[in-house]
């Protein structure tokens, strides 16, 4: 969830300076054209400035040598014609500044040349005027007045249409000064937001930045802790890795790999040459070759050789490795050792405890059949000679000798029982393990016909329900409810007639027993109940155990019958757990797999 948060943050902040960048792409655009149009502006106010100064110029000196003329003509002093009076040929370099800021513009507001051929008419009657002039005959006088009113309506042409020009001209710098001024008031408000969304995208690029090194910070922080965490790792499993990058041809060493071999991290330049003086002279071979071949055939490798430490020590070293691509795509080797020496030597001593087991085992065997055998048959000699001493000698002895031959019967018997219970508990331990679909109720019932004796000398009721089939060791069961029910039928009540009940019940779809978790779909749940003398729930456990009898002087037993029922269900996989209560009875509960 933290991932998909990150990711989503971080594809807003690139939407957003996208964004940004695009804004201010389009607004310097803008910004940019807006300057172009200011630039413009200012040449066009420039350029008709400008024409105004010609036109200026070019009235200036029209209305100088009109003035010049008629100051000649009254005074009849030719100094205003040698010091004020201009020719055409000056005004020429004004028009042809005219013409050049005409074309400047690519404006029509004026037309050059009809300008040029007005003052050019006005300076060609400037040279018939002073011609009239000179006449000073009553008619030469009266055409001079004529002609001054003709020059005069010359020269207010050339002013009219001088002035309508400049008005235009003057209209235009109106117009431009206003568009200059709306372009430096809109420029002034692009470049404010040029600014702004700059100085915004500043401030997302230095939180980005600022957020980009804590996070890288953090990695490295986590990087480092991981890198120690892997190294302890290391150096607490007993194992270290190793790369070979096939193309720079450099091996990489983890720190542990040194510490097992009992060298400082970096001891020496990790390469095969430098490995193979600590290893055992007759693994050199091996190992160089099984790496050789992994590196020629792109092959994983797993082999154990042998290590010596820097202080003579060996060790045992399984090392596996395989191939891989690192970030620029290069094969590298990578491997992991194990320091597997400790394991050795455990296997090495569990061999040697599995010798001495299977040396045991077949001492028990032997033991097993001394006491099949060979001990119950001078018991049996025992048994027999009792009894004809019982039935030939017995009223011949004194009341001492009859209370002490009674001891050595009874001795005789329990000494007889105990070597059943040992064989029993001897098969129960090693019998055939051979599972085999089996009915307990067949089992109980054959069980209760072998023991009908036994059941009717007690007057016992034994009350069975509806038992499973199971997949179980058919005998061995056969034991399990023959001890069970000698073990109810031994502990009665006096006075109390002997109750017993078998019963299967249901488990729920899980059911928790002293801390034990039985599903119903694996274990089968068998109840066997008495109404005896019960016991103390404190020894709930250790009646269970081998040679464990609670009541040793009013009851007879060997204490190997409970035992074998829980080795028996051992066998099985099984459970069997005691409940009891004294004066009052006991019960065993038993959870068997179905399967």
Not at 400 to 426: H, W
């Amino acid at each position: 969830m933290k991932n998909v948060y990150l990711y989503k943050s971080s594809l807003v902040i690139k939407i957003a300076l996208g964004t940004a960048i695009l804004l201010i792409i389009y607004i310097t655009s803008v910004f940019f054209n807006q300057m172009q149009s200011l630039s413009g502006s200012v040449r066009s106010m420039s350029n008709s400035n400008r024409k105004l100064v010609e036109l200026e110029r070019i009235l200036s000196i029209v209305s100088v040598n009109e003035n010049s003329i008629r100051s000649f003509i009254i005074t009849g002093d030719s100094i205003y014609l040698q010091k004020r009076f201009y020719k055409e040929r000056i005004l020429e370099p004004e028009f042809q500044r005219l013409a050049a800021l005409q074309a400047e513009s690519g404006s029509k507001t004026f037309n050059v040349d009809t300008l040029r051929k007005m003052v050019s008419v006005r300076f060609s009657y400037y040279g018939k005027l002073l011609k009239a002039a000179e006449r000073t005959d009553a008619e030469g006088k009266e055409n001079l007045g004529l002609m001054l009113a003709t020059s005069d309506e010359l020269t207010d042409r050339v002013r009219d249409y001088v002035y309508s020009t400049m008005d235009t001209e003057a209209t235009n710098v109106s117009i431009y000064e206003i568009n200059h001024k709306y372009e430096i008031e809109t420029s002034i408000i692009t470049s404010f937001l040029l600014v702004t969304i700059a100085l915004f995208i500043l401030l997302i690029s230095l939180s980005r930045i600022n957020d980009d090194l804590k996070n890288l910070k953090r990695l490295n922080d986590e990087l480092k802790f991981l890198n120690y965490t892997f190294n302890t790792a290391e150096s607490i499993a007993g194992i270290s890795h190793w790369k070979y990058n096939l193309k720079t041809q450099k091996y990489t060493f983890s720190e542990n790999f040194f510490r097992i071999a009992g060298l400082d991290p970096d001891a020496f330049e990790p390469n095969m040459e430098s490995i193979l003086p600590h290893l055992h002279p007759d693994d050199r071979a091996m190992v160089v070759d099984a790496y050789s071949d992994s590196l020629q055939n792109k092959t994983p490798t797993s082999l154990i050789y042998r290590l010596y430490t820097s202080k003579g020590e060996m060790r045992y070293i399984r090392s596996v490795s395989s191939f891989g691509e690192n970030s620029q795509g290069e094969i590298v080797k990578i491997g992991v050792n194990y320091d597997i020496t400790e394991q050795y030597k455990n296997t090495v001593n569990l061999e040697e405890k599995n010798k001495r087991l299977i040396a045991i085992n077949a001492e028990l065997e032997s033991f097993n059949d001394i006491v099949s055998h060979d001990l119950q048959e001078p018991l049996r000699k025992i048994q027999m000679f009792i009894s004809r001493l019982h039935d030939d000698e017995l009223d011949k002895l004194s009341e001492t000798g009859r209370e002490y031959f009674s001891r050595i019967a009874t001795a005789a018997n329990r000494m007889q029982n105990l070597l059943i219970d040992l064989v029993n508990y001897s098969r129960a331990v090693k019998g055939n393990k051979a599972l085999e679909n089996t009915d307990l109720n067949a089992i109980v019932e054959n069980v209760i016909s072998e023991l009908t004796l036994n059941i009717t000398e007690k007057g016992a009721i034994v009350q069975t329900e509806a038992l499973p089939t199971i997949y179980a060791i058919p005998f061995q069961l056969h034991q399990l409810f023959i001890n069970l029910i000698t073990n109810s039928l031994k502990f009665t009540r006096e006075g109390v007639t002997p109750e017993i009940k078998i019963t299967s019940e249901p488990i729920d779809s899980t059911e928790i027993y002293k801390e034990q978790e039985f599903s119903a779909r694996q274990f089968c749940k068998i109840i066997f109940s008495d109404n005896g003398i019960g016991f103390r729930q404190e020894f709930a456990d250790k009646i269970f155990l081998l040679f464990r009898r609670l009541e040793k002087d009013s009851y007879q037993g060997t204490g190997i019958g409970l035992a074998i029922c829980k080795k028996i269900i051992e066998n099985h996989n099984g459970f069997i757990f005691a409940e009891g209560v004294p004066g009052e009875g006991a019960k065993f509960i038993i959870y068997l797999p179905k399967a």
